[in-house]
């Protein structure tokens, strides 16, 4: 019996081992991080989120510009099943900074085949980096339930 039990915490070690390594991988070797919150929006509660941003940069602006060569930074606004803008132009080998919140609910940003994955909640910057090496196109994507017309809400990034 005691040969049995010796072997399960064996076991369970080693898989505890495991997770760790890939754990440290990820996070060392293939630079996977958490997306943080940068910033946040503030309105009163007798104002429209929408209204409020249009008026706070770099949300006034939506939109790409380009902030030193090479480098990009898009801010965007997610509102009910839409991104503002829905299509963001980028050169190839451009490192793009997405600067993005959320006007009304809780949407998601995902860009497939990157790590630009974020939660847009209303009032809260998030931000997240990524450079664009090959030329395609890059479907943007809501992954949080959104409303009836969840489905529609879409956006892509362009590489040239």
Not at 8 to 33: C, D, N, P, Q, R
Not at 128 to 144: N, Q, S
Request: charge should be positive.
């Amino acid at each position: 019996m005691e040969t049995y039990e010796k072997g399960f915490l064996a076991a369970s070690g080693a898989v505890l081992v495991v997770f760790l390594a890939a754990l440290t991988y990820s996070t060392l070797g293939l630079g996977i991080v958490l997306p943080t919150q940068s910033g946040r929006v503030y309105c009163r509660s007798n104002q429209k989120l929408l209204k409020v941003l249009r008026q706070t940069p770099p949300f006034d602006a939506p939109g790409l510009k380009q902030i030193a060569p090479g480098k990009y930074e898009a801010v965007i606004i997610g509102r009910t099943w839409a991104f503002m803008p829905d299509e963001i132009d980028v050169p190839a080998g451009a490192e793009v900074t997405f600067r993005a919140t959320s006007a009304d609910v809780v949407h998601g940003f995902f860009i497939p085949n990157t790590r630009v994955n974020m939660m847009l909640i209303p009032g809260e910057i998030s931000v997240a980096t990524y450079k664009f090496t090959r030329p395609g196109e890059y479907l943007i994507l809501c992954h949080e339930y959104c409303g009836i017309l969840h489905h529609t809400m879409s956006g892509k990034v362009v590489v040239k």
